[in-house]
T-cell receptor, first 112, second 113 residues
């Protein structure tokens, strides 16, 4: 079983702050890393993916990957109340035929 | 366009009923997936179709029967379900089944009574 660990939270930040979400994974062969946002009762929405070590930025979102430490994170700058949701970390590896393994999710609340 | 369309959005069915969930994508993706999600849990993989062939079945009970009539469509046939099968059923697709990102549909909220 491939483990993907996230702090379940809840994580609470004020509007305008930086929210930092963290994820670790057990399979060193993991090659693709994804962050999904899921509002209550809705389906997961892909917000970031990263394949290489380092940082990847898209608007207010930055994904960071460190394969040596088996760690991936998501930073949300200038957090908005509309960012309040559960954030799911997911990983894929070729050895598992592309199965997407999810962490349990971190619940983020951004208060005005 | 990253749209995956699922129908119906909500379904209530009795334990003796037969029903089907439908999923459609027009992105030219060759991998399609069924996931099941219970409240406050992450999605759990059920089936993967790659190039219209079933490539992964995660030991799902036979009361769930997937079907991929063509590269754009994915069905999940339901028969003799149990109340514990009530969940959000999610369809997803990706360009292929290996390492690239997958996009989810809006889901079907299934209640078994």
């Amino acid at each position: 079983q491939k483990e993907v660990e996230q702090n379940s939270g809840p994580l609470s930040v004020p509007e305008g702050a930086i929210a930092s979400l963290n994820c670790t994974y057990s399979d060193r062969g993991s090659q693709s890393f994804f962050w999904y946002r899921q509002y209550s009762g809705k389906s997961p929405e892909l917000i970031m993916f990263i394949y290489s070590n380092g940082d990847k930025e898209d608007g207010r979102f930055t994904a960071q990957l460190n394969k040596a430490s088996q760690y991936v994170s998501l930073l949300i700058r200038d957090s908005q109340p509309s960012d309040s949701a559960t954030y799911l970390c997911a990983v894929k590896s070729r050895s598992t035929l592309g199965r997407l393994y999810f962490g349990r999710g971190t619940q983020l609340t951004v208060w005005p | 366009d990253t749209e995956v369309t699922q129908t119906p959005k909500h379904l209530v069915m009795g334990m003796t009923n037969k029903k089907s969930l439908k999923c459609e994508q027009h992105m030219g993706h060759r991998a399609m997936y069924w996931y099941k999600q219970k409240a406050k849990k992450p999605p759990e993989l059920m089936f993967v179709y790659s190039y219209e062939k079933l490539s992964i079945n995660e030991s799902v009970p036979s009361r769930f029967s997937p079907e991929c009539p063509n590269s754009s469509l994915l069905n999940l046939h339901l028969h003799a379900l149990q109340p514990e099968d009530s969940a959000l059923y999610l369809c997803a697709s990706s360009q292929d089944s290996m390492l690239v990102e997958a996009f989810f549909g809006q889901g079907t909220r299934l209640t078994v009574v």
